[in-house]
């Protein structure tokens, strides 16, 4: 860390508990990434590309990989909480600049478990039961918080548990459609069919932005570094495999979806899998794909609002956040402080902001913070370290920044200003807490 940023809190802390190995790791990448945007959003990607819902998966598959080699040498090189923040830190020693990273990859975690509650609280869940959506969501959000209080490992065995069941249901949906094909029905003449109206790239540029989506829960990991054991051979194993089995089912999915239902029909359904699982006319009950449902959407909530209590817990070690973010409950040794804001957070943008922005909205972010990670990565290439660490080639950080600038370009207007609010309302906290921290120490000099 620089000078400037200060000494870190763990001199004084008890730090986290190293208590996750290779298979909780994997089951948490891929718990995060498998999830609500391949149950929810392959009608998007079906309404801007037609039936090659494929080639959309496959970009988002090559910058998700290009991205995650970028994290797998940063993760192992600097193994600590927080993320792309502390790589902006290292990489650049702009106290502002490495807040501003994390701030936004905060915002990212909890802007997608708003998105994820909003969708737990809507069709999947009034197929089984009729509750009002609103206090739906903010019970939804309060037991998870209950859950991330508890413990990582609790959390993450939780997760091993959804994920299981998550995948499950994906199973379900690629032996449905492969019934449907090996039974001479469908049409795998969809595959080639693009939306009409729509120039094919242009399509496929814009249905990349919400593959991407679905594959994005890799970069939660880098906030769980201070509580993996032997990160330098742990995370490249989990990370790899875990985006390249994401990517297969994912690649499965939409080959099947398309083969069983007419494109058109996938874009005008809010729960596409649901009805691919109907209209493939194998008798599997709809009440239970929706649990399974349910508790994928469930899953990558509670993943995000860990990631996103880390970043705070992160930031807070590096003086970025107010010293408060880092205090830890006694015995469970989780930061309760930052849970709980994360907490608050996520209820306030549920109850204001809807699925598709927030989606969005989150992609956007999150490219961001790619950028900063895939730019510090090359920066800090000269910077040697006293233990061993998984080493990117650097045409692969380089091609992973034209890939990001090019998906940035298809973001609307509108989601861009809603960036640009997160990023002033962050520019006023990191004001605020410096302020409160030169306060702090002409009152108490160090």
Partial sequence: MTEETGTATSKSSPGLKRAIGVPLLFAFIVGDTLGAGIYTLVGTMASDVGGAIWLPLLIALVVALLTAATYAELITKYPHAGG??????????????SFLVGFLMMASGITTAAALANAFAGDYLTALIDVPAAPAAVVFIILLTLINLRGVKESLAANLIASV?????????????????TSGNGEPSRLLEFAPDVPPLQGAFAASIVAFFSF??????????????NPSKAYPRALFGAICTAGLVYLLIALGAVIVMAPTELAESTG?????????????????FSIIALIAIANGALLFMVMASRVGYGLAEAELLPRAFSRVLPGRRTPWVSIVVVAGLTIVLTLTGNVASLAETTVLLLLLVFLSANVSVLVLKKDKVDHEHFSAPRFMPVLAIIASIALLTQQSAAIWLSAAVYVAIGSLLFLAARAQRKHEDRVNPR
């Fill in 84 to 97: 792309a923040a502390r790589y902006a830190d290292r990489a650049f020693g702009i106290p502002y600049v």
């Fill in 165 to 181: 069941i998550e995948v499950s249901g994906l199973v379900i949906v690629i032996v449905v459609c492969a019934i449907v094909f």
């Fill in 216 to 229: 994005l829960g890799f970069e939660a990991a880098a906030n769980m570094a201070e509580e993996v054991r």
């Fill in 272 to 288: 596409p899998l649901l009805a691919v699982v109907g209209a493939s006319g194998v008798a599997i009950p709809p009440g239970l």
